[in-house]
């Protein structure tokens, strides 16, 4: 999965080089990281459609909440009871969204070169590139940070024997970082860029059980 | 956002919705390890924190020589003043991993503009800042005591007969259910006939006593709603001239209520009670109104009545069951020569659950009076039964050193004065709060005047007497340490550096007053005290008595015997943020005053 979409990256960046979207491309020298999650209608990339896309910066040791997109689109039709039931929108709950196409310019002019935060981030880059790339013929180039891997980085050092617990809650709770509006796309990208924020700044966490 | 940062806690509350979004809009969450600096002295902040999770504390200076002011922890918010400012004057440092809300400056100040409520909460006194949460916490003022609904007063189950029932009939049916107005229904319809209906129409009209009920009855009916006001129905009764009401929920009749039964429910028993003491011809009737105290110092608090005027109420309640019970005891030929005087709390009229007993008695120089010790046991005695319980230190009339000739009376308060021991310093602190409940009040003059003239300029004795306020540390940091420990005792550290010291200012400056609210405000007059200053002291003096009498009733109530083993304990988890936030502004309060202390009277603290 992972070289596919090297080799992918350097032919779009080669293709685009000259258009609009060059900026995109460029590798990115300032110190700030986007922190993305989107809600969706499945877990099955093939099959889900995106219902809302929460994201914010993170600059330095501060998260910019007041920095941040909040984009709920319109409800698709395969909006059913089953996802419904994980995050708790409803077809009338999205009836304000807005078109995809505008979703997507908004999000790739708040993203910008940043690299990409989340927790499982290459489900929700999967997602947003399953309908960027026949738009736009490219899909995000940015540079991606996985929450889960950065808090096995730090911890397994000190976990003695077995596999690390990597479930959200479970990583909120040991970080001690309040779950800030779970199942809802914003709050979950504010939550996983604090636990990063907490990763990178504070001490390691000392107990792991 | 919104389930992270709380916007009904004060301040924010007091935003339109608008600025509620603007200020949701513009918060940003910075993350800080434990013993980073989050605002440094001399510097600019960023704008106001607000605590997500973590504690915060405020201090000044570096390592030892460090003075820590103030802990803030979860919902609390810091940093307004200095970003107002544009320059810190004191550390900010996370004491754990803390998370904090930041609301740029520019917001601020921009808000501050727009929203006067908000300005000046942000910019105002204590005193001011404890009156917006007043008017805002709905069930805390005197309005709540006037918005009582009809069916929680007496609602009575009326007397209804039927048409064609006889006058003599209907006035031996009220004279047999003691009701003194009865419903005649005729067809669908309820007429009122009330005693003067009936005296009207056998003695004016000279009807036969054989009429039916139901022609004399007047059927236009004034009737309320179960769940309106009271204080309309009063209104009403006001207005038509009558004295009661019909309450219909509907078309379904619920009772009556009468005029006697509203007045008295607004008067809360107090008037009740009142009365009962003046009435009591012997010690067992005093004692039964003596227990109903209690429960109407319960319902004045539940219901929210100021404690200022729970207080006062309460002082000259105790007062009354003193001085009656004074006069059943004390032979009437014996009470003009001997004055009964109560002290400590009692005679600042300051108490408000049944505090020990503080009184002693004064009498004229070379009084005879064989009886006399034996009486003021019976007399001690008979308080403890009523509810009042003894004085752990022994300070009463059972205590023959309380009973004293005016003469060894201004003797004790001299000698008291010239020591510096803790218990000679005790008893003259108590002592100086006297004030006469009954018998000969000139005896107790006599004395005080002399003394207030004799301390006259000793500035010896007022440095010596003043030090004991400032004794006890604030408790300012137990904020903090809320985990650990969680409670702090009010007494020493808000309540008693505020009277004591307010006493020795006022026994300086020769206050007769005893109320330490009367001594502030003299105090004001005399242009001793700024009249801020004194407003904010006072408002703190209220808060601290007020939070410890609410956690009093509830461990009361919790407890198996009615006991409370910790008066004074306050337990900081209980309280919510806002109070928290009252309570430590109040003790900086505290300590200000106590800062002013030490500079006037030289206390090198």
């Given at each position: 999965m992972i070289i596919p979409r090297t080799i992918r990256r350097l032919q779009e960046r080669r293709v685009h080089k000259?258009?609009?979207?060059?900026e995109l491309f460029e590798s990115y020298s300032g110190d700030e990281v986007v922190s993305l999650d989107c809600e969706t209608t499945s877990l099955d990339v093939s099959k889900a459609e995106i219902l809302s896309i929460g994201a914010v910066r993170i600059k330095g040791q501060k998260v910019?909440?007041?920095d941040r997109l909040d984009i709920r689109l319109k409800p698709p039709?395969?909006?059913?009871?089953e996802s419904i039931k994980v995050h708790k929108i409803r077809a009338t709950d999205l009836s304000d969204g807005i078109e995809l196409d505008e979703a997507l310019d908004k999000l790739l002019a708040f993203i910008g070169n940043r690299p990409i935060l989340g927790y499982y981030v290459n489900y929700d880059i999967r997602m947003i590139d399953k309908f960027l790339r026949p738009k736009y013929?490219?899909?995000?180039?940015n540079k991606s940070i996985e929450l889960s891997h950065v808090y096995h980085d730090i911890i397994k050092w000190k976990h003695?024997?077995?596999?690390?617990?990597?479930r959200f809650d479970t990583i909120a709770s040991k970080l001690d970082i309040p779950i800030i509006q779970r199942h809802t796309a914003l709050g979950d990208a504010i939550t996983v860029a604090l636990m990063y924020v907490r990763l990178k700044h504070g001490q390691a966490p000392t107990s792991t059980h | 956002m919104s389930d992270s940062f709380k916007m009904d806690n004060i301040p924010f509350s007091l935003l339109t919705p608008q600025e509620q979004a603007t200020v949701e809009a513009s918060l940003d969450l910075g993350y800080y390890q434990q013993g980073e600096k989050i605002i440094t002295a001399g510097e600019a902040p960023e704008g106001v924190y607000i605590i997500l999770k973590g504690r915060v504390r405020e201090s000044e200076?570096?390592?030892?020589?460090q003075h820590i002011y103030v802990h803030y922890q979860n919902e609390d918010y810091f940093g307004g003043w200095s970003s107002l400012r544009g320059r810190a004057i004191h550390d900010f440092t996370a004491e754990e991993e803390t998370i904090c809300h930041i609301l740029p400056t520019q917001v601020l100040v921009e808000l501050i503009q727009s929203n006067a409520l908000f300005a000046d909460y942000f910019q105002q006194n204590f005193s001011a800042k404890s009156e917006l949460v007043e008017q805002h916490?709905?069930?805390?003022?005197?309005a709540e005591f006037m918005?009582?609904?009809?069916?929680?007063?007496?609602v009575r189950e009326p007397l209804v007969v039927e048409e064609g029932t006889s006058i003599r009939d209907a006035t031996r049916l009220m004279r047999e259910h003691k009701a003194d107005c009865v419903l005649a229904r005729k067809g669908g319809r309820y007429g009122m006939v009330t005693g003067t209906d009936l005296l009207d129409a056998v003695v004016?009209?000279?009807?036969?006593?054989?009429?039916?009920v139901s022609q004399i009855a007047s059927y236009r009916l004034v009737t309320a709603d179960p769940e309106d006001y009271l204080f309309n129905a009063l209104i009403t009764m006001t207005q038509q001239q009558i004295e009661r009401v019909v309450v219909m929920s509907g078309q379904q009749m619920v009772g009556i209520v009468e005029l006697t039964d509203v007045l008295s429910y607004f008067s809360s028993h107090s008037h009740v009670i009142g009365l009962r003491i003046e009435r009591a011809s012997s010690i067992g009737e005093l004692k039964e109104a003596a227990q109903g105290l209690h429960d109407l110092i319960k319902a004045l608090i539940s219901t929210g009545v100021k404690i200022r005027f729970t207080m006062d109420l309460l002082a000259a309640m105790n007062g009354r069951i003193i001085a009656k019970l004074f006069d059943l005891t004390i032979p009437s030929d014996m009470q003009p020569h001997v004055c009964l005087i109560v002290m400590g709390s009692e005679g600042r009229g300051e108490?408000?659950?049944?505090?020990?007993q503080d009184n002693a008695l004064i009498f004229r120089d070379g009084l005879s009076w064989k009886d006399m010790q034996a009486t003021m046991n019976r007399f001690s005695e008979t308080l403890i039964s009523f509810g009042f319980p003894p004085c752990p230190g022994n300070i009463?009339?059972?205590?023959?050193?309380?009973?004293?000739?005016v003469g060894d009376w201004t003797q004790k308060l001299n000698d008291w004065a010239e020591s510096c021991e803790g218990e000679a310093q005790m008893n003259l602190a108590i002592a100086v709060d006297a004030k006469p409940v009954?018998?000969?009040?000139a005896l107790y003059k006599v004395a005080r005047n002399w003394f207030l003239r004799h301390l006259r300029n000793n500035d010896v004795f007022f440095s010596h007497f003043a030090k004991a306020a400032i004794?006890?540390?604030?408790?300012?940091?137990?904020f903090g340490n809320l985990r650990d420990k969680?409670?702090?005792?009010i007494k020493k550290g808000g309540i008693f550096p505020i009277v004591h010291g307010i006493r020795t200012l006022a026994l300086e400056q020769r206050?007769?007053?005893?109320?330490t609210y009367e001594r502030i405000q003299a105090l004001v007059d005399a242009g001793q005290l700024q009249e801020q200053n004194g407003k904010d002291i006072s408002e703190a003096l209220s808060l601290f008595i007020q939070l410890r009498l609410r956690q009093q009733i509830r461990r009361v109530e919790e407890s198996d015997d009615g006991f409370?083993?910790?008066?004074?304990?306050?337990?900081?988890?209980?309280?919510?943020k806002m109070e928290r936030d009252l309570l430590r502004d109040a003790l900086q309060i505290v300590k200000g005053f106590k800062k002013h202390l030490s500079l006037r009277y030289h206390l090198g603290g």
């Open positions: 000259n258009g609009p979207w060059a910019k909440t007041s039709a395969s909006l059913t009871g013929g490219f899909g995000l180039p003695v024997g077995g596999d690390v617990d990597l | 200076g570096a390592d030892e020589e916490s709905r069930n805390q003022d005197m918005l009582s609904k009809i069916s929680s007063a007496t004016l009209k000279e009807m036969p006593l054989d009429s039916d108490q408000i659950m049944k505090t020990d009463m009339v059972s205590n023959p050193q309380w009973v004293n000739s009954a018998g000969n009040q004794e006890f540390d604030t408790p300012l940091t137990f969680g409670e702090l005792d206050i007769l007053a005893t109320n409370d083993p910790t008066p004074n304990l306050i337990e900081l988890h209980k309280l919510n």
